[in-house]
């Protein structure tokens, strides 16, 4: 069965600073997705950035980029020049490829912006 | 930017007492999924649809949930007679043409059931 980890619960960064959030997953498919939420405290999901298993490329979007490890099963999120509205839970999704491409979702990281 | 709507925000109810939870997609999309999320702890996928029929449910999605599009916009999901563990946060998301596609997330629906 597909699994995703994140194994930091919580963390911080001073504005303007660059952090990065774990995120692993173990899976027997060698085509897949995935993907990076964002959750603010108004609770909506909000898709940040997508990697396609198939691309050696890492996605960039704007101050979001990813690290994409396949042989590692490694996916971390990188967000330079942290700003206050970056704080919020950071889910990590694994898109599996069958006929209804659920996604699996690790436990959420919570990121904290320091002023 | 078309964006998928979910309505009530907050619905409180009863044990025993049947909800339904309503969702409007993104007008193009053809995949629709129902989520929930547990105050503190993982998404968790409940049932996917295609074509006017579930085509994966999750354990959790039992003979309590239902799923439906009534019409061409909205896709409801029903719960029959609530729990106290049926008490999260219900998200609703489309796809669109292609089934590779990237999932959107509505703003969620709270449930709370006392």
């Known amino acids: 069965a597909q699994t995703v980890t994140q194994s930091q619960p919580e963390m911080s960064v001073q504005e303007a600073e660059t952090v990065t959030l774990s995120c692993t997953y173990d899976t027997s498919e060698s085509d897949y997705y995935l993907f990076w939420y964002k959750q603010p405290p108004s609770r909506q999901m909000i898709l940040v950035i997508r990697q396609e298993a198939y691309k050696q490329q890492n996605a960039t979007e704007n101050r979001f980029s990813v690290n994409f490890q396949k042989a590692a099963k490694s996916f971390s999120l990188k967000i330079s020049d942290s700003q206050l509205g970056d704080a919020a839970m950071y889910f990590c999704a694994y898109r599996v490829l069958d006929s209804n491409y659920q996604l699996i979702w690790g436990a959420g990281t919570k990121l904290i912006i320091k002023p | 930017e078309p964006e998928v709507t979910q309505t009530p925000s907050h619905q409180v109810t009863q044990m025993g007492q049947e909800v339904i939870l309503r969702c409007v997609p993104i007008?193009?999309?053809?995949?629709f999924y129902w989520y929930r999320q547990i105050l503190g702890q993982k998404v968790e996928f409940l049932v996917s649809f295609y074509n006017n029929e579930i085509s994966e449910k999750s354990e959790i999605f039992d003979d309590q949930f239902s799923v439906e599009r009534p019409d061409g916009s909205n896709f409801t999901l029903k719960i029959r007679s609530t729990k106290l563990e049926d008490s999260a946060m219900y998200f609703c998301a489309s796809a669109g043409q292609g089934i590779e596609d990237t999932q959107y997330f509505g703003p969620g629906t709270r449930l709370t059931v006392l």
């Open positions: 007008s193009n999309h053809l995949y």
